[in-house]
């Protein structure tokens, strides 16, 4: 399985200030590889991604 990067991210719709997005991507089903980073954070999963590719 390929691992997934998780980016909440902050939305007008939203109330919750993208605490629902970081949720969602907590409750991922067992067994899928999956890493979460900051809300609005995109440079830290950039830097996560690469040390995932090992570059």
């Known amino acids: 399985d390929l691992p997934v990067?998780?980016?909440p991210l902050?939305?007008?719709l939203s109330v919750l200030d993208?605490?629902?997005a970081l949720l969602a991507i907590a409750?991922?089903?067992p067994?899928?590889?999956v890493a979460a980073v900051?809300?609005?954070n995109a440079r830290?999963?950039?830097a996560l991604a690469l040390r995932i590719l090992n570059i």
């Open 44 to 46: 830290n999963a950039a």
């Open 18 to 20: 993208g605490l629902d």
């Open 5 to 7: 990067i998780g980016v």
């Open 38 to 40: 900051g809300v609005d």
């Open 31 to 33: 067994g899928v590889p």
């Open 10 to 12: 902050r939305s007008s």
């Open 27 to 29: 409750q991922m089903p």
